[in-house]
């Protein structure tokens, strides 16, 4: 009876297998089913010694269902990273381009609804730029392991490049993301180049020789949570001057980077374009002392740049003919200070506040002026004040003092607090007389070299205050 009632069991066991694999019909990303159906139909396959893909793939045909999301393992891809897995991660993103349309994003390109290519974990060698289809398509991610460049990978290329031959934008709301690139030392690792609304997110990019990132033309590329190195270092690396190329590379308008590190790089960021918005960065990348810069702007005329809340060390920033540029929030080590370069000799709209500086005490200013190409002769509401110091030089467009004196002439010189030699605009000052009995008269007599003079009538113990101001609207110096 025991016997008996055992295979009763059994066989129900069997039915109610049968039974939960047909009512399985919900979709699941490899279109079979749900997840469910899924672990059962691997484990009766795996049993079996059949491929599970195999079986999923059958019966995804069968039911008339399509995956979008596609293992590029099941493309032949090596995950080991010994062999090449060049097509078949190529081969992937086609299909991925063509997956059904679920109407369109900006005009003319296809929402692909979501389509993946998943590199399942591993590490992949590839010998050529993985390029996305010259086919139109958006709402598309690539993500989930690594890419390595062969040794015979083309030095001028990145390992991931949206571009293609259309004039007009091809790409949209595309995401590059939990991904480690090595190019070694072969080229680049991302190249976004007339796409609009792209994604990379928590990515990993280690030894390029032209750019980590780098952004031409399109709109609107986020780049958040990463980590940017042209040699993997904590920082004390012993090949720190021979550092080159750039981490991150923007020509074009309305990006932003948001807490991203780059950790060694001739130049950190360069920012090429306007209405670009830089948060969080925190720039090791080479320092300035060894001809490192952490943040380029080369914009000049018009800049329209925001720099908040980053962390320059050991390196600085340096921005061209700086035309509404604002830096506040952010921290400078190591005599990090900040340089405008002039071109044509203009700033205008620039601001600079509320920012840390922290040195050596060895006479670094926190604000400089290159003028070897030409002097600054247009200044227009540039204002650098509320910046604070230690172990270096303030630098600021305006300035405090108090003297007293018995005499008839009064000097305050303000020359090594003004950024700008032999300009200020603005003047306020007030003469307090010792004696309630004496009533000078009194006369601003010369505010140039930026020591302001007061004198009097008469001898008298006065003390005199003064205030000075370089910021003018529409000045010309």
């Known amino acids: 009876m025991v016997g008996r009632n055992a295979l009763l069991l059994g066989f129900l066991h069997v039915i109610l297998v049968?039974?939960?694999?047909?009512?399985?019909?919900?979709?699941?990303?490899?279109?079979?089913?749900?997840?469910?159906?899924?672990?059962?139909?691997?484990?009766?396959?795996?049993?079996?010694?059949?491929?599970?893909?195999?079986?999923?793939?059958?019966?995804?045909?069968?039911?008339?269902?399509?995956s979008r999301i596609h293992h590029v393992t099941d493309y032949g891809a090596d995950p080991t990273g010994r062999s090449d897995s060049t097509d078949a991660l190529e081969q992937a993103i086609v299909d991925a381009f063509?997956?059904?349309?679920?109407?369109?994003?900006?005009?003319?390109?296809?929402?692909?609804?979501?389509?993946?290519?998943?590199?399942?974990?591993?590490?992949?060698?590839?010998?050529?730029?993985?390029?996305?289809?010259?086919?139109?398509?958006?709402?598309?991610?690539?993500?989930?392991?690594?890419?390595?460049?062969?040794?015979?990978?083309?030095?001028?290329?990145?390992?991931?490049?949206?571009?293609?031959s259309s004039s007009s934008p091809l790409y949209e709301y595309i995401t590059l993301k939990e991904l480690m690139l090595d190019s070694n030392f072969r080229g680049g690792g991302i190249a976004i180049i007339n796409s609009i609304r792209t994604t990379v997110d928590n990515c990993y990019i280690s030894h390029f020789t032209t750019a980590g990132i780098s952004i031409q033309d399109g709109h609107e590329t986020y780049i958040r949570n990463s980590f940017i190195g042209q040699h993997i270092n904590i920082g004390g690396d012993d090949r720190e001057k021979d550092f080159s190329g750039i981490g991150i590379n923007i020509t074009g308008n309305d990006n932003a980077v948001t807490d991203v590190v780059i950790f060694s790089a001739s130049i950190g960021v360069m920012v090429q374009g306007q209405a670009n918005m830089l948060t969080g960065i925190h720039c090791y990348n080479k320092a300035t002392a060894l001809g490192g810069t952490g943040i380029y702007i080369r914009a000049p005329g018009l800049t329209q740049t925001r720099v908040v809340n980053c962390y320059l060390d050991f390196t600085g920033i340096v921005a061209e003919d700086p035309v509404q540029l604002h830096v506040t929030g952010s921290f400078f080590l190591g005599n990090a200070f900040i340089l405008l370069k002039s071109v044509k000799g203009v700033a205008s709209g620039v601001n600079i506040v509320d920012n840390m500086f922290a040195g050596d005490h060895t006479g670094v200013p926190i604000v400089q002026l290159d003028q070897s190409n030409a002097p600054f002769k247009t200044v227009d509401q540039v204002v650098i004040e509320r910046n604070n110091v230690r172990g270096m030089v303030l630098k600021s467009t305006v300035a405090r003092g108090s003297l007293w004196k018995n005499g008839t002439t009064w000097t305050l010189d303000f020359s090594k607090v003004l950024l700008f030699p032999n300009l200020i605009p603005h003047v306020h000052y007030a003469l307090r007389a010792g004696s309630a009995s004496s009533f000078p008269r009194h006369i601003l007599r010369s505010v140039s070299r930026n020591r302001v003079t007061v004198q009097t009538d008469v001898v008298v113990s006065a003390t005199v205050h003064v205030s000075v101001d370089q910021t003018t609207v529409g000045g010309h110096i």
């Open 18 to 66: 049968i039974i939960q694999y047909a009512e399985s019909s919900y979709p699941y990303p490899d279109g079979t089913g749900n997840r469910d159906l899924s672990i059962k139909a691997s484990h009766i396959l795996r049993s079996n010694g059949v491929a599970p893909i195999n079986a999923l793939r059958q019966q995804a045909a069968l039911t008339g269902r399509r």
């Open 98 to 164: 063509t997956s059904p349309v679920d109407g369109h994003l900006n005009e003319g390109v296809p929402n692909l609804g979501g389509s993946e290519v998943h590199l399942d974990g591993g590490t992949y060698m590839i010998s050529r730029p993985l390029r996305l289809s010259d086919i139109s398509g958006g709402n598309f991610m690539i993500h989930g392991g690594s890419l390595r460049a062969s040794d015979d990978f083309s030095g001028n290329g990145h390992l991931i490049e949206l571009r293609s």
